[in-house]
């Protein structure tokens, strides 16, 4: 793994939702690196490791750490919540390699809180659908607005990352406004809050209620197409196979 950085989902944040795969390459390597709240996460469980760790909006700064500890011969990995290919660091890793050619980046997959938190409410993805993040950091809201407009108006089940923070406390009403012409009220709806981690909750709800839910950036939303149904307190979306009986 000499100068070969790994570049590891860790899932939820949970130590039982590692996959096997990243969780040998954590027990072999050097250095973990990472933003500091999923390294804490994981310093219970390898409290040997060298840590290389900074706050949140300094991801560059966070890489090139990673990519010289990496040049130097140190068996690293870079641990990114959910799916390091999902809204994480992998492609930004592999842009900023093109200064540090001694160095190979491996990408190993984790479950992203689409996935995780879908199987805590149910089977809402079961059919086609999508994942959009509402965070308008490194993308213009203009481009955010025309993307949940277009999943809507197909009929897609939608799952939606980043719904709040401080700075954005209104997104989430803003979102579902904007998609209000295509999905009816009753619709089934659901979020999840801290999924895998501490303070873990599920809502079940209607989309006429989702945009006033109480929701952060540890909040992932589901909004089902109109074919999933609510059942004994969890959302279900049909396949389409002949013996799938609604009710």
């Avoid at 130097?72 to 930004?92: H, T």
Wanted: charged share 20%.
């Amino acid at each position: 793994m000499n100068n070969k950085l790994i570049v590891a989902g860790i899932g939820p944040g949970s130590y039982d939702q590692l996959t096997i795969q990243v969780e040998r390459a954590l027990r072999e390597c050097d250095v973990i690196a990472g933003y500091v709240k999923y390294i804490e996460l994981l310093k219970p469980y390898f409290p040997e490791k060298e840590i290389l760790s900074s706050p949140m909006m300094h991801e560059e700064e966070r890489c090139l750490l990673a990519l010289k500890k990496s040049s130097e011969g140190k068996k690293v990995v870079f641990v990114c919540s959910g799916d390091a290919g999902v809204y994480g660091l992998a492609g930004l890793l592999y842009k900023l390699a093109e200064n540090f050619p001694a160095v190979q980046i491996e990408v190993m997959p984790g479950v992203t809180a689409a996935l995780s938190g879908a199987a805590l409410i149910g089977a809402p993805l079961v059919n086609d659908f999508v994942v959009i993040s509402l965070s308008d950091r490194l993308n213009p809201w203009e481009k955010i607005a025309q993307k949940l407009r277009a999943a809507a108006s197909a009929d897609f089940c939608i799952v939606l990352y980043n719904p709040s923070s401080k700075t954005r406390a209104d997104y989430l009403h803003k979102a579902c406004s904007l998609v209000s012409d295509f999905i009816p009220k009753d619709r089934p709806c659901a979020y999840v809050k801290n999924i895998g981690r501490s303070g873990e909750e599920t809502f079940v709800c209607n989309f006429g209620q989702l945009e006033n839910a109480s929701v952060d950036m540890f909040t992932t939303v589901f909004i089902g197409n109109s074919l999933t149904y609510e059942k004994n307190g969890k959302l279900i979306t049909p396949r389409g196979y002949a013996s799938e009986v609604r009710g």
